[in-house]
């Protein structure tokens, strides 16, 4: 998927599909890249997301960018949910660890466990949104959960997005085991810390998935499924 991703995106950002342009069909597509189509649907799903493309019913896929500004997940822009992320959860975590309830520390880490034992992508998701819910309410503030289960969605839109482009779950399962060991300590400034390198660390990946180094020159030859 990663590789057809590539390859439409170059395609589009070296302008062999210009704005307005509709893509080839799935049909089309899946027979000169030599794969699937559940693996060329995931592709456009993402190109989607990066904007650069969009969805018409009845009609194809159709090119509205020739370069990724800032992906929208659900209502919400990365750069705008990724600021407002900034301000509400890393606080959060910092109250969290000095007003935790031993239930709140047991619902943490069983829940942790689970995401570390877990193989299914959608099923990791889920509870990765529930986690940052979690750590919300471990504050005691019900305002800080309200604005968490606002964006529920845009988080789980967003953790799909970097775990199917960035590679991110592994990464995110340590980030996350980190954040709870901050909250048995109770430190504060370990929680917020290290709730901001869950973060960064974030926004690096989508950084190198908006910006690449390299645009990868055009194929030749298909892809194998």
Not at 161 to 178: I, K, M, V, Y
Request: aromatic content about 4%.
């Amino acid at each position: 998927m990663e590789a057809v991703l590539v390859h439409l995106r170059g395609a589009i950002e070296r302008g062999e599909y210009a704005i307005g342009d509709k893509l080839p069909s799935e049909a089309e597509l899946c027979r000169r890249l030599e794969v699937s189509r559940p693996v060329l649907r995931e592709a456009l799903r993402a190109l989607q997301v990066m904007g650069l493309t969009a969805s018409r019913t009845g009609k194809g896929t159709f090119v509205l960018a020739n370069a990724v500004e800032d992906p929208t997940f659900g209502d919400y822009a990365a750069g705008d949910l990724l600021e407002v992320r900034r301000h509400v959860e890393i606080p959060a975590a910092g109250y969290a660890a000095v007003r935790r309830t031993p239930e709140n520390l047991d619902h943490l880490t069983h829940l942790l466990e689970r995401m570390e034992r877990e193989t299914d992508t959608t099923a990791w998701v889920a509870m990765d949104t529930v986690f940052h819910i979690g750590v919300a309410e471990a504050a005691q503030n019900p305002v800080f959960r309200k604005v968490i289960e606002e964006i529920r969605d845009a988080l789980a839109r967003q953790s799909a997005f970097l775990n199917e482009l960035g590679g991110r779950r592994e990464q995110s399962n340590r980030e996350h085991r980190e954040i709870v060991e901050a909250l048995v300590d109770g430190s504060e400034h370990d929680a917020a810390q290290a709730m901001s390198h869950h973060l960064d660390r974030v926004q690096t990946t989508l950084s190198s998935i908006v910006h690449p180094q390299r645009v990868t020159p055009p194929m030749k030859g298909g892809l194998e499924a």
